[in-house]
């Protein structure tokens, strides 16, 4: 049996300075004049502006509530280019860098979006990425991201000029895969394939695996385009971008430097993980939401940790097409659930992904999935894996649905098989591996930048004896947390921007809140009322307080005498309150990323609780979901707490102001009030939060 691997941190050679000072790229201190944002703030009232700690310059750009950054324009894209063209001194632009920066896409779901990609004679500047948001007269709101100044110089374009890199494709593959997995690949390793389709923008190359070879292979081709990476002031390196997907370990993104002697620019773990007519548990509403799981539980019945155990239900037959007219989840005589925005199977044979020995979910009769979930036998009982692979298929397309009426549409780099020419890549669809044989008692989502498929690995869980196994497949507390690793990383730097430990910990929190938000129903008790982010999966010999906790130290709840944490609270070695009964199996320090996204997930589940007192449940949960998803587009990578509040508070303000007060208070109540301050975004214990209560 190999060796297990270690899982390298994530790295991001803009912010190591080390790296930066020996390409003549220090981070030098900087005179508090800034002629470009001392510029806006004469010229507008009541600017918000949060500084990127590698380059100084503003990561977001935020207009007070009803005013805007810019004047009336004839359209969402040419206020943001406008805005470029006006304002690129905020980045330190000169003329010819705000032309590098071409509108990729205009999403009109929820709050508009206009995304802006820098580029340099077609080839992308990394992570040079603007969103700005625009309101119905096409203003500018707000704007997130960066733009690097210099892209436009001789220099970036002389890097460009060469005829061709001085390191090939294949041996920054072979760079990258030797420095995650630990064994020696070389570039004759790896062979040029043709894409998946014509019109990718990508280069693809695959292992060239022999007999008997004990190194890692991989599951997929690794998928690669040319960039120019930025280090600050004004340097650019010609590098590639990769997304390597080793069997049997996380999947990665890389940027390798194309030189001969090749450094490691940037890493990324693109795995979350997390304990964690259609015959489905639903509540058969006119959402047709699905219930918890097998055995709803929340809220909890007593609101204590008494071990109570929720009894299984039945599932019901429903029918439906889509809950978007026009675009069916599946063709007329499709037999299995393999559909434009999923293609769900158990995954019971290595290699991953589809192949000999697995199973997808099949038509039980034309045009009818129907599986009957026996609680008396194992998860894996071939009638049971139906019926779990089929909800499970079920819960992937309600959540693009859902999200896709609050905005996260082609244009923002949702997962389709096909865009239908409304923005966006397409070729992604999301894969589903139900009752996967790489792992147990887990669940995992991989999301790569938009065009590649997802993935999302759903695990057995092997029970208590004498109780059978249950699956994950088909808990929608589980898969809604998976799902919500996807779209917060489609949303925030298109996969690559939730890096640092807080926007890994919003990760979880995000994950967890849209699994409770949109499980709730309307006959809850939200003001006191107890939520687990799970239950059914998380029982043990050990622990029967599964409904209460889940995995987490405290149950998510607006009442502060059972969850009485607070926005200090992510902050390492910070004291956590006595007095609310504390999960006894979930521990470790408070910046752990599971742990801290308990913080971001409790203040978003009191903006929700707050919006059903004034709205009702129904109205409120498309407000929040409208809300949340506007603020991921505007929030940048590598973000703070604070940076992506303001986002949501931007997108209250454009769709609906009258809510700003109780968005406001709510955020207030857990400690982050308007003078609240996050820890810097690259810091990784967490510390220097200044929590404020005041609205």
Known sequence: MAAKKNVPENFHALYDLPTRASRGAALTARSAAHPGIERLQNDRAAVTIH??????????VQASAGEALSEPTSSADA???????????????????????????????????????????????????????????????????????????????????????????????????????????????????????ATDTYNYFSFRRTTNDQRTFFDRPARVKDVLFPLGAEQFVQAYYIELWPHDFPAFSYVVEADDTPDVLFRKNLTSHVKFSYRVHNTNDALLRPEDGPAPGTPHPTGVPDGFQAPTIAEKL?????LLPGDPWLTVGATATDGNNCFAYADLKAPNGFGAGD??????????????????????????????????????NWLHDRWYEAGFDEASGNAQKDNFGRGGFDGDPILAEGADFSGTDNANMSTPADGASPRMQMFTFKGVNPLPSRTSNHEALITFHEM?????????????????????????????????????????????????????????????????????????????TKNPLTFKHIAANVVLPAGAPRNPQAGGPNNEEHNAGEIW?????????????????????????????????????????TQARDGILLAVAALDANDLP?????????????????PPANSTALTGVVEDFNP
């Open 318 to 322: 429903i029918q439906v097409e889509s």
């Open 51 to 60: 500084l990127d700690e590698g380059t100084q310059n503003p990561v977001s």
């Open 484 to 560: 919500g690793h996807y779209i917060t990383n489609r949303l925030v730097g298109n996969a690559s921007g939730l890096g640092n430990v807080q926007g890994g910990s919003m990760g979880e929190g995000w994950g967890d809140f849209f699994a409770i938000c949109m499980t709730s129903q309307a006959h809850d008790n939200f003001e006191n009322g107890v939520f687990a982010a799970g239950g059914w999966t998380d029982l043990t010999p050990t622990f029967k307080n599964n409904y209460y906790f889940s995995i987490r130290r405290y149950p998510y709840t607006a009442d502060m």
């Open 601 to 641: 997930c409790a203040m978003l589940w009191e903006v929700f609780v707050a919006l059903v007192a004034a709205h009702g449940h129904a109205d409120a949960e498309n407000r929040v979901l409208r809300y949340v998803i506007g603020g991921l587009k505007q929030t940048p990578s590598q973000p703070t707490f």
């Open 359 to 396: 199973v997808p979910g099949k038509t039980s009769a034309p045009g009818i999935f129907d599986y009957t979930y026996d609680h008396t036998k194992d998860a894996t009982d071939s009638n049971n894996l139906q019926a779990s692979l089929v909800g499970m298929f079920f819960h992937v």
């Open 79 to 197: 206020a943001a280019k406008g805005f470029v063209r006006d304002r690129g001194d905020l980045w330190n632009l000169e003329s010819g860098d705000a032309n590098t920066l071409e509108v990729e896409g205009v999403s009109t779901k929820g709050l508009p979006t206009v995304r802006m990609v820098q580029r340099v004679d077609g080839v992308e500047v990394f992570q040079g990425e603007l969103r700005a948001a625009i309101d119905v007269n096409h203003r500018v709101l707000s704007v997130v991201g960066q733009a690097f100044a210099g892209a436009a110089s001789s220099s970036a374009r002389r890097s460009l000029a060469r005829a061709k890199p001085k390191l090939g494709a294949e041996a920054a593959v072979a760079k990258a895969a030797s420095d995650l997995l630990g064994d020696n690949y070389t570039a004759a390793d790896f062979e040029s394939v043709a894409p998946p389709r």
């Open 662 to 678: 109780l968005v406001k208070a709510a955020f207030a109540k857990r400690g982050m009030g308007r003078n609240a301050v996050s």
